[in-house]
């Protein structure tokens, strides 16, 4: 079983929150098929960016936003 994973980050409005300042400018670092990876990608992105204290990157969990065991949603069967 493939477990995908998004590395993104942007400049955060207050780096207390989780609200970015300007989601036109968030950067996608890449989609990633293992947490290992993504945990790579993410850590060098944060180090390269550890003097501004506004950055901030994250790995989202993209294999936990979708359970092949249940239909799919109207907008998938779309298609």
């Known amino acids: 079983m493939q477990r995908l994973h ?3 980050g ?6 207390t929150k989780n609200v970015f300042k300007d989601v036109n400018d968030i950067h996608i670092v890449g989609m ?3 947490y290992a990876s993504a945990y790579d990608a993410w850590k060098s992105e944060a180090q390269r960016t550890v003097d501004n204290a ?3 990157y994250f790995i989202a969990h993209i294999h ?3 359970d092949e065991e249940q ?3 109207p907008t998938e069967e779309l298609g």
């Open 6 to 8: 998004l590395v993104f």
């Open 32 to 34: 990633f098929p293992d």
């Open 64 to 66: 936990r936003l979708r």
């Open 71 to 73: 239909s799919a949603s």
């Open 54 to 56: 506004h950055m901030r």
């Open 10 to 15: 942007g400049e955060l409005v207050d780096p």
